[in-house]
């Protein structure tokens, strides 16, 4: 949990509620409700190999 409120900090987002999406395996994924009232999902990857794929997906 530590690793999502470091995010949360970076990006200097303004959160309501923080919740674990249990459906994933290779990643930590985190639902985030905002003050605006809109959701987000955040994904951490659990490696730099799989942070490094996934942007290469997203680049694609």
Request: glycine share 2%; charged share 30%; net charge negative.
């Amino acid at each position: 949990m530590s690793s999502i409120l470091k995010v949360i900090e970076k990006l200097k987002l303004n959160v309501l509620n923080v919740e674990d999406v249990p459906e994933s395996f290779s990643s930590d994924v985190y639902k985030l409700t905002l003050a605006s009232g809109e959701n987000v999902f955040v994904k951490i990857p659990f490696n730099k190999d799989k942070l490094f794929r996934e942007f290469q997906m997203l680049e694609t």
